[in-house]
């Protein structure tokens, strides 16, 4: 709609596109003593003003009471309107090509900014990692000179506390190289470091259970599973306390050179006669053992012809073999 003001100063016209929303005002012709400016002359009688992201009518009806009210004209010489200072009022948005150039140098630059101080705050942990490792290795040494004033199980306490604090001095290829010098160094730690556990777990831990384990415990310098596999490889080699073995299912673990597995089957015999039958589930909360190496268990003993199975849509049951028992 085209909408006149008053004291004929000039014609708007409001106009809604597709596109955008514009404001065009239609100008009068410049009087004759007009006082010069930017330009003499020009070609268009009219200003187009375009708004791609709204604010159209809110700038139409303020412009037309400036226009309605002709303030310029009671202004003394020499002073100025005063603009509103709000960053955020008299922010000038930029458009198009100038203006995406724009938002993705900021991104980048706001991005840069929290990658500086994510790398600050790792540069800190690692910093205090450094000490918590002096910490541990400090509290070794001393166990080691005062082995006979603390009583056993401050012992145990005390390196179950470094456990948890993690590794004084992990094994690297930094420090040791690599190939078969470093996986050999490698099992020599995890010797010394997993054996206690696994004394506490029945002499037997799952694969899986010993690469989370040495990873929490060496910190920042994690171990592949790769090199894991290789080092665990090398324990019997090396006549060490622990020995990797694999079942016939493909599952690996590391167990105890002194682990017997005919005393484990005919453990597992006596629970399953107990109860009649069971299933790896059950046989796990029972003996107080990870689900996997309670089937591996149960599928040893029917392996050795103590257990038989009933394998159904309810799952994998086992019951004592009594052809074996009543024979």
């Known amino acids: 709609p085209k909408i006149m003001l008053s004291q004929g100063f000039c014609i708007f016209s409001f106009l809604l596109l597709f596109l955008s929303a514009k404001i065009v005002a239609h100008l009068h012709p410049a009087s004759p003593n007009k006082e010069p400016g ?67 140098e900021a991104k980048r630059k706001e991005t840069d900014k929290n990658i500086s101080e994510a790398f600050e705050d790792l540069s800190k942990l690692m910093e205090k990692a450094k000490e918590m490792v002096e910490l541990s290795k400090s509290i070794a040494n001393k166990i080691k000179e005062k082995q006979g004033d603390i009583t056993e199980d401050e012992t145990i306490r005390f390196k179950s506390y470094l456990l948890s604090m993690g590794i004084a001095n992990p094994v690297t290829r930094e420090t040791h190289g690599s190939g078969t010098h470093y996986h050999m160094q490698l099992a020599k730690q995890l010797a010394g470091m997993l054996q206690t556990p ?11 259970e010993v690469y989370c384990l040495v990873n929490r415990a060496r910190g920042l310098e994690l171990l592949s599973p790769e090199d894991l596999v290789n080092a665990c490889k090398m324990l019997e080699p090396l006549k060490l306390p622990l020995r990797l073995q694999i079942f016939d299912s493909g599952v690996m673990v590391i167990e105890l050179q002194s682990h017997n597995e005919e005393e ?28 996997l190496l309670a089937k591996e268990r149960l599928l040893l003993a029917e392996k050795m012809g103590h257990l038989c199975r009933d394998d159904s849509v309810e799952g994998l049951r086992f019951y004592p073999n009594l052809f074996l028992t009543q024979s």
């Open 264 to 291: 484990m089957v005919a453990s597992a015999l006596e629970t399953v006669s107990e109860k009649g039958s069971l299933t790896a589930d059950e046989f796990a909360k029972l003996v107080g053992m990870s689900v």
């Open 38 to 104: 930017p330009f003499q002359s020009s070609k268009y009688s009219y200003i187009k003003l375009s708004f791609k992201e709204h604010g159209q009518i809110e700038f139409f009806r303020r412009f037309s009471e400036e226009i309605t009210q002709r303030r310029w004209e009671n202004m003394p010489a020499g002073q100025t309107i005063q603009v509103n200072k709000d960053p955020q009022a008299g922010r000038i948005r930029a458009v198009g090509i100038v203006g995406i150039e724009r938002k993705l």
């Open 198 to 208: 696994l004394e506490e777990r029945g002499g037997i831990m799952s694969l899986t």
